[in-house]
């Protein structure tokens, strides 16, 4: 054995093929004579953004009081916006915020929209963690008990996935999931088995409004300006259209719902509308769509 087989064995055990052994997505047209799909899809995290890593958070009450604007003002801010555009969203909330904040979730509900499982505690699903068949339970529970809501799309607290969790999305019949990274259309899921998984309606990082807006005690980054912002937002609308693909906002009422960024929100969504050939719909409509082409 060679010094460098010593070095690099941790590395050596990862297989040296594709992540993700799903197929490439195929390109499916979109409805209507449209030219690409836009999936407004809106994370509801409130304080579980802030209690996910540590529970002993659960008494920073300032910290905590980022989230606790969602509740208070920003979803239903967002929801204003979305109602004067008259643009449908999906809106991933935690079974803990659920039961919380149950006239947020009942607001979302009387708006139109749809509501995603993300999980109960907003618990990452890392490789090994121990609460993936908890949380997937729980936030079903929550979601139908409080709302009367059995979802049918999820999205990943933390923006992680491993096997396990794939597998899980599969045997609480979910139909698609909104987490990867790996591609600018849906596609299906094929799990390392070789057996179907869920559609993928996937994301990119770039319309993720937390990576961009939002610096905290918890959670320091630098931010980049409204106006930068939405440069960078049109020019990625108006070549995906030229690519006939899809983008996906990952957006947060603690960030989006403030009132410069909801204004940066509403300038970007009235950039979409005013092309005429951008489809702007909820997670459940696109992965219905990506579904009927299927078959
Ligand atoms: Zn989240």
């Not at 030219?35 to 540590?54: G, I, K, N, Q």
């Not at 999906?90 to 009942?106: D, I, L, N, S």
């Not at 008990?145 to 992680?160: D, I, N, S």
Request: contains cysteine; negative net charge; proline residues 8%.
């Amino acid at each position: 054995m060679s010094p460098t087989d010593d070095a690099t064995a941790a590395w050596d055990a990862i297989p040296a093929r594709p992540s993700n052994p799903s197929p490439p997505a195929p390109v499916v047209p979109w409805p209507g004579g449209k030219r690409a799909a836009l999936f407004l899809s809106v994370d509801v995290d409130a304080e579980t953004a802030w209690t996910d890593d540590d529970p002993r958070r659960g008494d920073h009450l300032v910290s905590l009081s980022f989230g606790g604007y969602e509740g208070r003002v920003g979803t239903a801010k967002m929801l204003e916006l979305f109602a004067q555009l008259g643009v449908t969203a999906t809106f991933f909330v935690p079974g803990w915020v659920a039961e919380a904040y149950p006239a947020m979730g009942e607001a979302i509900l009387r708006g139109g929209h749809e509501i995603g499982h993300h999980g109960y505690h907003h618990l990452r699903p890392d490789p090994g963690s121990p609460w993936i068949e908890a949380e997937m339970a729980r936030g079903f529970q929550a979601l139908r008990r409080r709302l009367g809501v059995v979802p049918v799309g999820y999205r990943a607290p933390g923006g992680e996935v491993c096997e396990a969790q794939r597998a899980a999305l599969v045997r609480h019949g979910l139909a698609y999931s909104s987490s990867f990274r790996d591609d600018v259309r849906p596609y299906r899921h094929r799990l390392r088995d070789g057996s179907a998984g869920a559609i993928e309606l996937p994301v990119s990082a770039n319309f993720d409004d937390w990576m961009l807006g939002l610096s905290a005690r918890f959670s320091p980054r630098s931010v980049m300006a409204p106006r930068d912002v939405l440069g960078m937002w049109r020019d990625e609308l108006d070549e995906i259209v030229e690519w006939g693909a899809m983008l996906t906002t990952v957006l947060h009422p603690q960030v989006s719902g403030r009132p410069g960024r909801l204004r940066l929100l509403r300038a970007f969504l009235g950039h979409a509308l005013a092309r005429g050939d951008v489809w702007i719909a909820p997670g459940r409509e696109i992965a219905g769509h990506f579904a009927a082409a299927e078959n």
